[in-house]
């Protein structure tokens, strides 16, 4: 009997602070927080979340004979037992990262994996093929994240699988992993199943909350990723016009004389705010954009977890409704000596057994006979589903707190980021502005 | 047809004094109250004076006489031109520049002569303060116009009139027509019908009246800065209340005889003006275009920002740690959309509206220069016409009393094959040679005189014309220049307004953040 109830969730204090985590403090009291429920401020902190750093760089293209490929040098530092070396270097290709993540997601089912960048990546097909610099910039930057992702995680850090990737080219050993166990999580049920449950019995509150929370995430990442990709959209527009009309106007100058120099500058100007513009979009869409897209697809993730993590409890309800049936039907048999078991299937093999001339007390022990063996065999089975499914729980769980606190600590980088990129841009054009309008006043008309 | 008498063309020589053309009539128009003008010629009988001629009105209707409140067109017959040597000044400031003599100007009352005086043009403002809708007993209805001239150091006013657009319509035209050289400040069209199409949502009407009551004050107060026009009488009893429109007067439309011919050498100054027009046109033109598809992409993105707000909102309603910095950009997102609607409409105010003012004032001014050729033209044709005669006349006195004229060089082909065909009929049924020989000569030489008559006025009008249209491009140029330059200069300061409160705005909630 597992009690949720005494697990709660941390609202954001309290976990371990990284350099701009600290402002949150007064900041949360500011907001007027509804408590529905009396929550217990338990501290909870992603461990160890620094243990392990990684940075990817230098994409060389290169070929083993017969197809060229571009491999990207990860270098790792660490401050973890399993490893030998507290620094490495190591060159993989795209493939390579592939089968590791297969890899990391069979051997950790109950784990949130962030996802890979895909492999086809539609643009590349359409503006370049897959070695121009833009694409791999891109390829390289989102490696990057994944692995940042996957080195903070406190479980996967300590994974043999990684610690092989980061320190050699081999990669048999993560495709023997992922052959060998089952390739997706889904997959990953043991298929003992016999019924057909749709539907969990005992729903978990916990992680049902956890699963809408997650769903409005999602649903938020999508309205505001449309939302400033059409703003960009928007944004770019200006600046073409902003140079058209810088050109119109400087050849309107040329027509007179005394107008050339004000307006050749007003024209540079206008240049090179749209210059500015142009470049605030672009890192707009790089990395705010970028970052809120690469999000959604993390929710992705975590909802399949969650989808397993339920399979895994219908599993046990499964087998342990179908283990009551038995012992149902067992007693039923003890309780009632003459016990004639009503239905038509059950009158029909009564007939049926009475034409033979069988016996039917004799059948009768013979049927509690094998009830019992069944039972027999089935108790540990759903014994061990039940251990199953509740360490499934609890891994989850801590899942569950670990997204919670990256995904607060990854917004509020991505948010800050975007004010830094706004206040810069704006800054950078008020003077080219204020410049201008000093030149204005300066010709006096 | 190419211009034989290079060297007598007086429009080719920089001295303009040389052509004294009025001799005697300086005072001629003060007794103008009284003298209707009816149906002037060019051809005057009085030998070459030209006094009273309103030489732009060949067909002047016939006016109703001024009774106090109605507005008479005769009270306003032109001073008479003096044509002067065009001095290169930078500010064309009075109308003596225009070949005017300013003791023709029209007195009215000090006031007036005070407001519409060019020294005194920042101590008044004239100010359409309201647009109304009036409902007239046929059932048709409009808007109308109230125009006030204000005195700017106490806002006082000091006079006051409504007038519908109609009024403004027959003001222009009938300027326009009065002064065909010189350029009419322009005013909103009639149908803005690819206004009305892409106007922006909301209040389509209203903008679109206030646009027009922007436009028609800017055409006032413009009329206000000419030198010429300022002294006209019409304009001061058009801001006063009581003047109206004795009726709906046809538009004087003044055709010049544009004759067939259309080829000819243009004068190289006119060429050159008028490339520049046309240049300055189409750049005025782009930008007019560009800076329209820039204000809806800057409209469009203030509705995304204020869409922005909800969405943060919503995303802000999980209460994340990180929530208040979602709050920030809700509340971002709503004041940028506030913010970038006055931007919008400033930009429509001083720049949209004014590049549109723009095109249509070129327009007027490239009709100048047209109405200026054709005067060219005009005189080009009488002086070609001329030459022939005289030619024509030479040979006809050095000829045999027997031979047959020939045809004297020239293009006028078909004037001289008359001549000749009828020179042939005569010699055909001609009883007396020598008698019909010395009938032609003398009608030739009548001819010659009407000719040089012909030439010598319309030399006269050429040279006020030249005169006009010189100055008035100076001046139109150096307004261009001006109002251009406060184009731009908005332009900056609008984006520079909407990029300084971005960065407020940004910069605050930073450091909001990081202080705490």
Sequence with gaps: MDDFNTLTWDTGFGYTPTDEDVKNEEEDSKMEFEEEE????????????????????????????????????????????????????????????????????????????????????????????????????????????????????????????????????????????????????????????????????NTNEKFVKAKEKLDRLEVNLQHVEKLHTNIIKQEKSIENHMNEFALAAEKFGETDVDLENIVNEFSNTLRNVSKNIGEKATKEENVYVGNIKGYINYCQSYKDTLKA??????????????????????????????????????FVSRKFDEMKGNDPKLRREEKMINLQKKIEELKPEVEKSEEDSKRFDDDITKEIEYFDNFQIMDFRKYLNDYIDIQVESHQKNKKLWDDLIEKFENTTV | MSLQAVDSDPLMSPDYEDVDINNNNIDNNINNKDSEIENPTLNDDTEGSFKNIDIEYPNKPNLLQSAGNQIDCSFITPPEPNVKRL?????????????????????????????????????????????????????????????????????????????????????????IARFPTLIIPPIPGKSNLIEYATGSGKNQKDTMVEKRKRMLQTFLNRLRKHPVLCCMHIIHLFIQQGAQWSSKQDIIDLKEG?????????????????????????????????????????????????????????????????????????????????????????????????????????????NVCKVYRNKYLRFQQISQQLENKRNYLKHMENENAHEPSYEPTGSIGIENNILRFRSTINSFIDNDPIVTRQNNISSTKDFINQLEGDQESQLSILAIASLQVDTDIQRFEKERKDDFINIFKQYALIHRDIDAYQYELWSSIKSQISNK
């Design chain 1, 38 to 201: 009396h929550q217990k401020f338990v501290s909870f902190t992603v461990p160890n979340s620094d243990k392990l750093q990684i940075e990817i760089c230098d994409p060389q293209k290169e070929s083993d004979g017969s197809n060229f490929f571009t491999t990207y040098l990860i270098k790792s530092k660490n401050s973890l037992e399993i490893y030998s070396q507290k620094e490495n270097e190591v060159r993989h290709r795209y493939t390579d990262f592939i089968n590791l993540n297969n890899a990391l997601i069979s051997t950790y089912p109950s784990c949130i994996i962030p996802p890979l960048p895909e492999k086809k990546v539609i643009e590349s097909f359409i503006t370049g093929d897959r070695f121009s610099p833009e694409f791999t910039e891109r390829r390289r930057n989102l490696l990057e994240i994944y692995m940042k992702r996957i080195a903070r995680h406190p479980v996967i850090q300590n994974s043999d699988i990684l610690k092989n990737f980061l320190e050699s080219t081999d990669m048999t050993r993560a495709i023997e992993q992922a052959k060998n166990d089952n390739n997706t999580v889904l997959d990953g049920i043991s298929d003992s199943i016999v019924n057909s449950f749709s539907k969990i019995k």
């Design chain 1, 309 to 346: 993590r339920d399979q895994k409890q219908m599993d046990f309800e499964g087998l342990s409704s179908y283990l009551k049936s038995y012992s149902d039907e067992l007693k039923k048999y003890e309780n009632n000596p003459a016990h004639i078991s009503s239905g038509i299937t059950s």
């Design chain 2, 87 to 175: 001095l290169r000044s930078t500010n064309i400031n009075s109308i003596e520049e225009y070949g005017i003599d300013i003791k023709s100007k029209v007195h009215c009352c000090d006031l007036l002569d005070n407001i519409f005086n060019h020294d005194n043009y920042n101590d008044y403002f004239i100010e359409i303060t309201q647009a109304e809708k009036i409902n007239d007993f046929f059932g048709s209805s409009y808007i109308i116009y109230t125009i006030q001239t204000i005195r700017k150091q106490d806002h006082e006013v000091l006079f006051e009139t409504k007038r519908r657009y109609s009024e403004f319509d027959m003001l222009q035209k009938h300027l």
């Design chain 2, 258 to 366: 544009t004759n067939k011919i259309v080829s000819c050498i243009d004068e190289p100054r006119l060429v050159i003006i008028k490339d520049k027009l046309n240049l300055c046109l189409k750049y005025i033109t782009a930008m007019y275009n560009i800076q329209s598809e820039a204000c809806k992409n800057l409209q469009d993105l203030s509705v995304l920002y204020s869409n922005s707000g909800e969405i943060y909102n919503c995303w802000s309603m999980e209460k994340d740690p990180y929530a208040p910095i979602l709050d920030q950009f809700r509340k971002t997102g709503e004041t940028l959309y506030t913010k970038l609607q006055t931007a919008l409409q400033n930009m429509e105010t001083y720049i949209i509206d004014t590049l549109v003012q723009y095109i249509k004032y070129i327009e007027i001014a490239l």
